[in-house]
């Protein structure tokens, strides 16, 4: 009798394994949407590879600000919209030079901040997609990744991940200047 128990528990604890690991790959599709973004859970671990853009760090970047086009730097740290404006509740700064695009790192994007952002890139690179252009958020954070991957969708090029973003630049002790979003619409 003992040994009959023991040969119906090994099914069962291998029927409980296969449900862990089919929740565990379910629940991490939940965080992709349909076309490969991100859309939840935006503060955690990122890949070190992003299809399309090239990593870079801060000395990295450090070289790329002295060539020649100069890339445009990109921040797509999030801000609170509220009734048709950006609600500022809390100081917000960026490396010298950036245009802030708030929100367009968002996974999902409603067609309202989807054309913010094509219109600004448009308008920023004057329509041309070679132009290098650098996204950034903080570390661990998927927003620029969804961005790089928006652009790369939508014809850029030259494209650069700035992976650590402004905590990095900080911890270099690096200067900053306040930052206030691009204007939306």
């Not at 950006?86 to 708030?102: K, R, T, V, Y």
């Amino acid at each position: 009798m003992p040994r009959a128990r023991c040969v119906l528990l090994r099914p069962s604890l291998a029927a409980l394994s296969l449900s862990l690991l089919l929740g565990a790959a379910q629940a991490e599709t939940a965080l992709f949407s349909a076309e490969g973004y991100r859309i939840g859970l935006y503060r955690s671990p990122t890949p070190t590879q992003l299809q399309g853009a090239s990593i870079i760090d801060t000395p990295a970047l450090q070289n790329l600000l002295k060539q020649t086009p100069q890339p445009l730097l990109i921040d797509v740290y999030r801000r609170q919209w509220l009734q048709g404006r950006f609600i500022e509740d809390e100081p917000h700064e960026n490396l010298p030079g950036s245009h802030w695009l708030a929100n367009t790192g968002d996974g999902d994007l409603t067609p309202p901040w989807q054309d913010y952002f094509s219109r600004h890139l448009q308008q920023l690179t004057a329509g041309d997609l070679t132009q290098p252009l650098v996204f950034y958020c903080r570390s661990d954070c998927w927003l620029s990744w969804n961005a790089v991957k928006r652009a790369a969708s939508m014809g850029y090029k030259t494209l650069y991940w700035y992976r650590d973003g402004l905590d990095a630049w900080q911890a270099a002790n690096l200067p900053l200047t306040p930052a206030r979003p691009e204007p939306f619409p």
